[in-house]
């Protein structure tokens, strides 16, 4: 078995801001974050997949496939976007760990459209936000 991990990158931004606490919770909670005007990202996320090596091909993973799956449900979806102003927020905060939830289950749901048959299988995302905060999204960590 072989896992394929190709990176992407997007840029956007949010507010941290929850309509169930206080302004002043809010600002305790998300610090900076919270600022009315947003702040932005450059998103960087890899996707892995998991598959045999096809005889034939010498691959896994047709590359050029996931590419497209990736450009029609995450790139273009999200890149130069406010996140507070997409459906997929609409009663969520865009944090880095709901992004990834939404990006995972995305790929999830198409995956069948682009990959035919039992493999590849997508195996997880990471999502950086910084250089410092990195999150990673997977079946296998419990509830997407």
């Given at each position: ?8 990158r ?8 929850s ?8 600002r305790e909670?998300?610090g900076k974050?919270?600022?009315?005007y ?9 996707v ?6 096809e005889q ?13 799956l990736?450009?029609d449900?995450?790139t ?6 406010n996140?507070?102003?997409e ?12 992004l990834g939830?939404?990006i ?28 410092r905060?990195?999150f990673?999204?997977s079946?296998?960590h419990?509830?997407?």
């Amino acid at each position: 078995m072989i896992r394929v991990t190709r990176r992407y990158r997007f840029s956007a931004s949010h507010r941290l801001h929850s309509s169930a606490l206080s302004d002043a919770e809010n600002r305790e909670l998300y610090g900076k974050c919270d600022n009315p005007y947003g702040h932005g990202h450059n998103y960087e996320i890899e996707v892995s997949a998991r598959a045999r090596v096809e005889q034939r091909s010498g691959r896994a993973v047709d590359i050029r496939v996931l590419d497209r799956l990736v450009e029609d449900q995450v790139t273009q979806a999200f890149n130069n976007k406010n996140l507070n102003e997409e459906p997929a927020f609409e009663h969520v905060v865009p944090t880095t760990e709901n992004l990834g939830r939404e990006i995972f289950q995305r790929l999830k749901t198409n995956w069948p459209g682009f990959f035919a048959g039992e493999w590849p299988r997508l195996e997880k995302i990471r999502i950086a936000e910084t250089n410092r905060n990195i999150f990673e999204v997977s079946e296998t960590h419990g509830e997407v």
